[in-house]
């Protein structure tokens, strides 16, 4: 993204690889609280900033070609600032939610996907506890159309469908998860990582 940050009369211009309109009000602050502590230049700190590649999990592009991108986006909130960064784009969104967790939120979290996705794969996050066939039952119940869901509760193949579908003008937004290392089922960690499944998967074919 190219930016115009403007400072009382003082314009600068700066461009950046990471992507959400969210994420240039978190650059922004991070410029303003730079230049009141260290007084430089904001030429100079944007310069600094174009080579910031972004936090790993966080609106991470983990290939182009196809376009797909991994976000820790775990509330209806925070899915929405996600999703509706694409706005010219074919979205797929691969989403859970966490077990023992809040589940008024669920229901929220379909009805954003339902929203913005093109392709909505719904799969299992961390169940802990739960039922994560359950889990899945509370989000549908916010979709008020499953003609284009499916619903895959392995979430390494929740994937692999997903890269199997994609055009063009897609983009492949799986959420929930961001860099974890791994997926807790009960009270045991199992190693998943979503950016390892997606490299391992496209160097398959």
């Known amino acids: 993204m190219h930016v115009a940050l403007q400072h009382f009369d003082q ?12 994420n240039i009000y978190n650059l922004t602050a991070a410029i303003a609280a730079s230049h009141i502590l260290t007084k430089k230049p904001l030429e100079q700190i944007c310069e600094a900033v174009e080579n910031f590649a972004g936090v790993s999990g966080r609106m991470e592009t983990v290939s182009s070609d196809p376009y797909v991108v991994i976000d820790f986006a775990h509330t209806p909130d925070g899915m929405k600032e996600v999703l509706q960064s694409f706005p010219t784009k074919d979205i797929t969104v ?4 966490g077990g023992d967790r809040d589940k008024e939120k669920r229901p929220l979290m379909g009805r954003v996907a339902f929203h913005y996705a093109k392709k909505i794969i719904v799969t299992s996050d961390n169940p802990r506890f739960e039922d994560p066939d359950l889990i899945i039952e509370d989000i549908l119940k916010g979709i008020p159309k499953l003609d284009n ?6 979430r390494k193949l929740a994937i692999k469908k997903a890269l199997k579908e994609v055009s063009d003008n897609s983009v492949v937004l799986i959420l929930g998860k961001g860099d974890e290392e791994y997926q807790t089922i009960y009270d045991k960690k199992f ?3 979503d950016k390892n499944i997606v490299n391992k998967l496209l160097s398959e074919g």
């Open 94 to 97: 691969i989403f859970g939610a």
């Open 11 to 22: 314009t600068v211009n700066y461009s950046t690889s990471v992507t959400g309109l969210f």
């Open 149 to 154: 869901v499916e619903v895959e509760i392995n």
């Open 191 to 193: 190693p998943l990582n």
